[in-house]
């Protein structure tokens, strides 16, 4: 089954860039990305540049309305995604409690949907 | 079975079909030697059949088969396994805890929806929308139907003691109805501590929870008077409590604390063991309870069993040892809106004879609209003290 793992956090949770507990939470990201590439079980993942950098398309009425930013200003932000197929919800479940932001914010597992003859 | 199904409505109607292939051969053929493997036998098969139909997916089949196939002689080890599977799945993390006491009650116990929304007091279509939600979320986010790893099984198995304790405690203490126990929960949670027992024999913590029901349904009895109101522990009529229960209930205490694994489920029995040991209130060994809710606060630092502590304190040293520790914790917001604890202040206070604030402490918890047995002890009470219920009051 496919899951997503969104991952969330506010922006001044989690250490600050350039110190050593950084450091070693990027080598936290790598160690859970390699453990679940290892198994066979990512199929994509990728960290987000900050909500600033967002753009929010919507289309009323046939014309297309942008705005500067995130759909929504929330505390936690989505800062990245993993994508995994695995075979069940407690193997996701796992993996997605290696991921550093599970520790200093929360990560939404969600199933994603399968299309086409059930 | 399920966990083949993979789906919790497959498999209840294909048990459900097995159960009736059974009562209609059985008769005939006789019963087979092991009927429980039986039933899953044939409702395997059913299932099977269910799956080739519908699935176009021959991985999933050739998975079934396999499974089926590899299944074994032993099949009482099996239907064990399956059972526990499907208690562990009912109590998932990922379902929210209302959800998991309802399912586990519709699945695990095979109790009907209106059963539980009588027991559960809720509307039946708000117990049965929980029900379908739940087995909704264990299909469509896979939850699968099988034993938990050696990794996540401590976690998976406190929850399902969680589950069963609630359905317990809410049997022995039901808010909102005129009863003081309702028997009925209270069985349903001795028979699911019982079955996970058997299941989990090596576990200290699931063992001291079968005992903790045991010896606290054991006093259900002596609980309410003829009237129908609630009679507290120190005047309960002993003879009434079931000795066969609290024999059972404390050899099982006295096993699991043999393993030197302590727990909370482990201590709330030797807790009540204690009581059981004291042939008359008076001769309560509060000292030895007092210092069991101090070991307990370490595993559930929570303000409710300091109250409990406070109150064996006072047992044991005088009521104004008691008082202090419950003063504290009448202070802090959170306890401040549980009635228990303004009940133990009063108690506590009266002995101590200050009269007058037992019975602002007794109006206090009246304000709290505790459940009706303990809202007629309450005013009991504090007409025993000679003052009249605040006149906005009912009896």
Known sequence: ?118 | MAQLAGDLSLAEDCAQEACAAAVAQWPRDGVPANPGGWVVAVARHRALDHLRRESARAGKEREAVREWAAAGPDRSAVAGDDQLALLFACCHPALDPASRVTLTLRVVCGLPTASIARLLLLPEPTVAQRIVRAKRKIRDAGIRLRLPGPGERAARLASVLRVIYLTFTEGHSPHGTSAVVQDDLCEEALRLARRLHRLVPGEPEVTGLLALILLTSARSAARADQDGALVLLADQDRSRWDRDRLAEGQSLAETALAQRRPGPYQLQAAIAACHADAATAAGTDWRQIAALYGELLRFDPSPVIEANRAIAVAYAEGPAAGLVILDTLAASSRLARWPQLHIARGALLARCGHHEDAVAAYRDALALEPAGPVRRHITGQIAALGAAPAPTEET
């Open chain 1, 1 to 118: 089954m496919k899951y997503i793992a969104l991952l969330y956090g506010e922006p001044d949770a989690g250490p600050a860039p350039g110190t050593p507990e950084f450091v070693e939470m990027l080598g936290e990201f790598q160690s859970a990305t390699t453990a679940m590439a290892d198994a066979g079980v990512l199929v994509d993942s990728g960290p987000l540049q900050p909500p600033q950098t967002a753009t929010t398309v919507r289309v009323r009425d046939g014309q297309t309305q942008l705005s500067d930013g995130p759909f929504a200003e929330i505390k936690e932000q989505l800062g990245g995604y993993y994508i995994l197929d695995c075979e069940d919800l407690d193997t996701a479940l796992r993996y997605a409690a290696m991921i550093p932001s599970a520790k200093y914010g929360s990560v939404e597992v969600r199933p994603v949907m399968v299309m086409g003859p059930h």
